[in-house]
């Protein structure tokens, strides 16, 4: 494992973290509690030291998982947690992704936290993120100005946005960074197959000296080398309910990129995070966890070789070409 530091903070992170929306959320599937500890513990033991949750994981089932698992290496994690949905008082049954509303005010921040705190078990968290924040939210000067106070206490260690653009009004990150060139942190979504439009923040985040985490580095699955034309996901599985066309015109783009392991000693999933981690802006990658196996594949990703300027080339070519993918024949 390799680590970066949160520009302007003290805060090192692994370049590998671990997102534990997938062991505490059914949007991946169903994972046991006693298989969500095994694998956080595992994490830390391969030298994952970045931990990425939110209070409405699993309406707070998140942060008391990582407390469970991890409690006594408190001072040797880095705990990422995002506040914003008011699930408290809008906890009804939802299915999907469905969002819930959200509340910006400094009145319910400091009682989110407070909450927050109390599951984690400790007393600080080291990077608090606003959840899908629109500009509204990003624009108002006494949420910034509670978020600096808790910093300056140290209840909080950095502060920044964890943003779309899978949903509307959260995809102008860079705006939100030369709005708030305090914050220290944004989380992008950003892949070999999904680089739009995080690449046009990169440069906004150089200027500002923002930090970028990037969440779904494998592109929700099609860049982990384990799908054919074939697979099928079970129904609580969020996948199962996208166009077929998703996985097929994936697995076509993919086979577009075995170069990047071809006579190389690392997997398609490992390249994926090594492609994420060529940018100097970003500092971890957060994949999706399903299982031992994978976890220790990504966790010794950052020890594989870096891909070169010809393979960053390349990569970019076939992006702006959409891989040169032939279109389906007419059907007759």
């Given at each position: 494992m390799r680590y970066r530091t949160i520009a302007n903070t003290d805060v090192r992170v692994s370049e590998v973290g671990f997102g534990v929306w997938t062991v505490s959320t059914t949007w991946w599937g169903g994972k046991s509690e006693d298989e969500a500890v095994a694998l956080l513990r595992l994490a830390y033991d391969l030298g994952v030291t970045l931990f990425d949750t939110a209070d409405t994981y699993g309406n707070g089932l998140g942060?008391?998982?990582?407390?469970?698992?991890?409690?006594?290496?408190?001072?040797?994690?880095?705990?990422?947690?995002?506040?914003?949905?008011?699930?408290?008082?809008?906890?009804?049954?939802?299915?999907?992704?469905?969002?819930?509303?959200?509340?910006?005010?400094?009145?319910?921040?400091?009682?989110?936290?407070?909450?927050?705190?109390?599951?984690?078990?400790?007393?600080?968290?080291?990077?608090?993120?606003?959840?899908?924040?629109?500009?509204?939210?990003?624009?108002?000067?006494?949420?910034?100005?509670?978020?600096?106070?808790?910093?300056?206490?140290?209840?909080?260690?950095?502060?920044?946005?964890?943003?779309?653009?899978?949903?509307?009004?959260?995809?102008?990150t860079d705006e939100a960074m030369r709005a708030r060139p305090s914050m220290h942190v944004v989380q992008i979504i950003y892949n070999l197959l999904e680089q739009d439009p995080g690449r046009r923040f990169f440069p906004v985040a150089g200027e500002t000296e923002t930090s970028i985490f990037v969440r779904v580095p494998h592109s929700s699955g099609l860049l982990e080398g384990r799908y054919t034309p074939d697979t099928t996901f079970p129904p609580t599985d969020h996948r199962s309910h996208r166009p077929r066309s998703w996985l097929i015109d994936g697995l076509k783009k993919v086979a577009k990129l075995d170069f990047v392991t071809n006579g190389r000693p690392m997997t398609i999933g490992q390249a994926a995070l090594k492609y994420v981690l060529a940018e100097p802006t970003i500092v971890s990658a957060l994949p999706n966890i399903y299982d031992a196996a994978q976890l220790r594949e990504f966790a010794t990703a950052p020890d594989c070789p870096d891909l070169s300027a010809a393979d960053l080339a390349r990569i970019a070519h076939l992006y702006e070409h959409d891989f040169y993918l032939e279109p389906e024949p007419a059907a007759r």
């Open positions: 942060e008391t998982i990582l407390a469970k698992a991890l409690g006594d290496k408190r001072h040797e994690i880095i705990i990422s947690s995002k506040v914003g949905y008011d699930f408290y008082s809008h906890a009804e049954p939802r299915t999907g992704q469905r969002e819930l509303p959200q509340n910006y005010t400094p009145g319910f921040l400091r009682f989110a936290l407070e909450q927050s705190l109390r599951r984690l078990g400790t007393d600080y968290i080291d990077v608090y993120q606003l959840h899908n924040p629109r500009m509204d939210a990003m624009l108002r000067d006494d949420l910034f100005a509670e978020l600096e106070r808790l910093y300056a206490a140290g209840t909080i260690r950095a502060y920044g946005a964890a943003t779309g653009p899978a949903l509307p009004g959260t995809e102008h």
